[in-house]
């Protein structure tokens, strides 16, 4: 299957969920314009009241439409943009992606993957269980956090559903993704 993008999402707000839009612009070294999470320093409110002078790791947040079709499977009642990401992708193996690795979204915007989000009880909050429905253990019995990953912008452009992902792995021996 082909790696694309299958929809963009932004709040100016700290809603919880993210409104769909024909496209978002990514701005380098800031995030989502037009997004609350837009700025060189933190802007997660949790974050914020324990330290705003930190870089901000978390500019955009990217989820694989795949954990949507697997949440609907579940009975959940969710779409692109629910669960507050600004890129949704088909065919990206978001999760298994290493730290550092680097997607090109479209023709000019490109991402740094930071690390993985965490989720919180704001899930349960949207659908009763979602938490639960986002969390796995591994066969080592490690939690396994599927609601997304992060990322920095290093190039700024416009990205659009239907536009196609490349992604760029780092050199070396690869760092798994943590929670940022």
Do not use: W
């Amino acid at each position: 299957m082909k790696a694309m993008v299958t929809a963009v999402s932004r709040s100016e707000t700290h809603s919880f969920s993210k409104g769909s839009q024909e496209a978002i612009r990514l701005l380098a070294g800031l995030g989502v314009e037009g997004d609350a999470h837009l700025g060189v320093t933190v802007q997660h409110r949790s974050r914020v009241a324990r330290d705003p002078s930190q870089p901000n790791l978390r500019q955009v947040h990217l989820i694989h439409e795949e954990l949507y079709d697997e949440l609907r499977a579940g009975g959940f009642a969710v779409q692109a943009g629910n669960l507050g990401e600004n890129v949704t992708t088909r065919g990206v193996d978001l999760l298994g992606l290493p730290t550092g690795a680097v997607l090109h979204l479209g023709d000019q915007a490109v991402v740094e993957i930071t690390g993985l989000r965490n989720p919180c009880l704001q899930l349960d909050g949207f659908q009763d269980g979602l938490l639960k429905a986002v969390l796995d253990r591994d066969e080592r019995g490690e939690v396994v956090r599927k609601a997304g990953i992060m990322g920095i912008v290093l190039a700024g452009g416009d990205v659009r559903p239907g536009d196609p992902i490349r992604v760029e792995l780092p050199a070396g021996p690869h760092r798994r993704l943590e929670r940022v």
